[in-house]
C-alpha cells in the first residue's frame, strides 16, 4: 500500500552538515512513514542531495542522528544501511551487460548463481525490459538506462530506495511516462522511495507527502494538496505552483486585512470593467492587461493591478482563441476571486 503501515522508515534529528563556512544541511527534524512514495523538493542549493546522502552514509552529519527503522545508524558505513541510491546519471558499469549490472549487488552479497538468475530476471521483468538482458548500457535509450538502474537498485530489496533527480536527464514526453512508471514500481513493490527533485510538479505528481526545503531547512511537509492548497509560507507558496501575493497596502485595500496574502492564478476571474458583478463573498482588483501569452489549452494574462502590483492569471481556452488572447493587452479588467482562496502565508522564513 502507498501509504504506508504507520512504522517509520527514516527518522533524522537536529541533522546539521556544514562544509567549510555552508551550513549545507542547518537542523532537520524530519520523519518519513514506510511504504509511501516521499519528496524532498528544493531549489538548487537548497542541501537536498546532502540530506539523501546523509540518509545513505555518503555523508556524516556534523550533529545530529539518522536512524533507519528504529535503529541509530548515524555511523555506519554505506553497506551497512538497508538503502539503495539511484543517481542521476545512472552510474551503471559500462563494460558489463545489463544482466550483469543488476547482478552485481547480489552476487557482492554472495548469492548463489541460480539465486542471481532468478531475481535478475524477476527484477528485469518489473521494469519492463525483459529480452535486453545482454546489451550494453550504451546499446540502450535514456529511458531503459533509467529502467536498468532502477532494477539494480531494487534487485538487493533495499528497506528504502533513495532517488537522487532520476529523470533530469530525460526529455519532457519521457519523463512523465517514466513518472507513472516510477510511481507504479512503488506501489507493486512497496517499499519506502525518497526522490529528490527541484521540480514541483513531479514531486506533486509522484509522492504520498514532500519535504519542501530552503536554505538548509525544512520549511514544510505535507501532502501534495496540502501544500498547494495551504501552503504556510510565502516560500512554499512560490515554490510549489505559482502564486500572487498582496502584502502591505495592497493587502489591506483587496483582502480587507492587513498581512500577506497568496493567491492561486487559475482562482482568479478576468471580467470586464463594465458589467454588475456580485461582490459578496469575492475580492476584487481592478487593473491593466500588460501581457497575455496564448498556451494553445490556456492563456496566461498578466494584469498590472491599480494598488500597485503585478498580478499573473490563468485561464482555460474554452472559447478563447489566439486572436482573443492577441487584443488583451492595453484593455482594463476587473480581476475576481472568491475570498476563500486569499491564503493567508507567513513571510518567514
Ligand atoms: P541541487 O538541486 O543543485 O543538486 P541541492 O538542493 O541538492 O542542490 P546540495 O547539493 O545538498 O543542494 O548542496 C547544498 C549546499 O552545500 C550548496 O551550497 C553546495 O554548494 C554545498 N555543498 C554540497 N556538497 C558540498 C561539498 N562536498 N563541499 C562543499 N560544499 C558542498
Redesign the pocket.
Known amino acids: 500500500m502507498a501509504t504506508g503501515n504507520g512504522t517509520t522508515a527514516i527518522a533524522l534529528r537536529d541533522l546539521h552538515k556544514k562544509?567549510?563556512d555552508?551550513h549545507?544541511v542547518d537542523g532537520i527534524e524530519l520523519d518519513v512513514a514506510e511504504g509511501g512514495f516521499f519528496s524532498l523538493l528544493?531549489?538548487?542549493?537548497?542541501?537536498?542531495?546532502?540530506?539523501l546522502r546523509l540518509i545513505a552514509g555518503f555523508e556524516t552529519p556534523t550533529r545530529g542522528t539518522v536512524t533507519l527503522a528504529g535503529q541509530d545508524v548515524t555511523r555506519r558505513a554505506p553497506f551497512e544501511r538497508d538503502v539503495t541510491t539511484v543517481f542521476q546519471d545512472y552510474a551503471l558499469f559500462p563494460h558489463m551487460s545489463v544482466e550483469q549490472n543488476i547482478a552485481y549487488g547480489l552476487k557482492v552479497r554472495g548469492a548463489s548463481r541460480k539465486e542471481q538468475a532468478e531475481r535478475v530476471r524477476a527484477a528485469l521483468e518489473s521494469v519492463r525490459l525483459d529480452g535486453f538482458g545482454a546489451r550494453r548500457p550504451a546499446q540502450l535509450s535514456g529511458g531503459q538506462r533509467q529502467r536498468v538502474a532502477l532494477a539494480r537498485a531494487l534487485v538487493v530489496r533495499p528497506r528504502v530506495l533513495l532517488l537522487d533527480?532520476p529523470l533530469g536527464a530525460l526529455d519532457l514526453k519521457l519523463r512523465e511516462q517514466m513518472q507513472t512508471e516510477l510511481k507504479e514500481l512503488q506501489r507493486d513493490v512497496g517499499i519506502t522511495f525518497v526522490l529528490?527533485t527541484?521540480d514541483q510538479a513531479e514531486a506533486l505528481a509522484l509522492s504520498d507527502r514532500v519535504a519542501v526545503?530552503n536554505a538548509?531547512r525544512i520549511e514544510q511537509v505535507g501532502t501534495p494538496g496540502e501544500l498547494y492548497e495551504s501552503p504556510g509560507t510565502a516560500f512554499v507558496a512560490s515554490f510549489v505552483g505559482t502564486s500572487n501575493t498582496l502584502t502591505g497596502a495592497a493587502a489591506q485595500l483587496i483582502v480587507g486585512k492587513p498581512g500577506t496574502f497568496g493567491v492561486r492564478p487559475e482562482k482568479i476571474r478576468v471580467l470586464s470593467e463594465a458589467g454588475e458583478h456580485d461582490r459578496r463573498d469575492h475580492s476584487e482588483a481592478h487593473g491593466t492587461v500588460v501581457d497575455a501569452v496564448y498556451l494553445g489549452d490556456s492563456t496566461r494574462v498578466v494584469v498590472d493591478i491599480d494598488a500597485g502590483v503585478r498580478f499573473v492569471v490563468v485561464r482555460q481556452n474554452l472559447d478563447t482563441t489566439a486572436a482573443d488572447a492577441h487584443a488583451l493587452p492595453g484593455s482594463r479588467v476587473l480581476l475576481r476571486w472568491h475570498r476563500r482562496h486569499n491564503i493567508p502565508l507567513s513571510t518567514a522564513t
Open positions: 562544509f567549510g555552508v549545507a528544493g531549489p538548487s542549493g537548497s542541501g537536498k542531495t546532502t540530506v533527480e529528490v527541484h526545503m538548509g
